[in-house]
């Protein structure tokens, strides 16, 4: 048996085993993306009729002033990388007890959480500014995110600090590069196939109200998303856990 498959084959057996909480545990973060959106379509929805700017979106855009362009920029970075991070760190948590066969309760994520938080949320922005900048040149990208695998993970299992989870995070994706680097692709791939779907349910959605449309597109992106951040979270606990058990005694914790 290979090592991908013997991961594939635990990292599924605790998914069968604990499915409902690791789904809720990665499921919450984009739930609260989405409310913020559909409020923010509810709100200008119901101010389109008194918006007197008839210019396109980029003379809006472009009308703004760099600091507000900055921080809009921001929001977008932190929309995308933060509901992706703290549902990591909550799935991570839960599956490291499983793994070791300890209890797992979806409330158990939340005093964790609450004591990470700030460490996930630094992390998770200049992994992903660093990351995204990165990938406007490929393959920089790639290997960011990569090495970057085990990092929120590792805060989250073991409280780590912010230099801590940097160190030992890439160390440990050293060693784990091709599954981390397949993982990615194969996390690309499904991205990619998701966007697609998210077209259908536009076009499918286009003859009903508008918030019939802003519904189902924001509940078709919270299950997929969701459920695909559940397993690539769970497959890298699974890999986190072998390097780190290869690494140094396991009833140890980080040095």
Known sequence: MTQSNSVTKRAFSVISRQFFTLWMAA???YLLLAAVYIAVAVVRHAGHAADDQTGTLLERVNSLTLGV????????????????DLSTAGVSYLVWAALHGEEVRLGLIWPRL????????????????????????????????VFASFVVPIVAIEKAGISTALRVGVRYAKSQFVPLFLLLILIGIAAIVFAVGVVFVVTSLADYPWWVGVS??????????????????????????????K???????IS
Do not use: H
């Open 216 to 245: 189902g597109l924001w509940a078709y992106f919270t299950v997929l998303a969701s459920l695909l951040m559940m397993t690539r979270s769970t497959i890298v606990t699974v890999l986190y856990k072998d390097s780190r058990e």
């Open 114 to 145: 609450a004591g990470i938080l700030i460490r996930v949320v630094i992390l998770s922005l200049s992994i992903a500014i660093l990351g995204f900048a990165g990938s406007l040149f490929i393959l920089p990208g790639i290997v960011i995110f």
């Open 27 to 29: 499921l919450w973060p």
């Open 69 to 84: 362009r900055l921080l809009l920029l921001l929001a977008f970075v932190a929309s995308q990388c933060l509901p992706a």
């Open 247 to 253: 690494a140094e005694n396991p009833t140890m914790g």
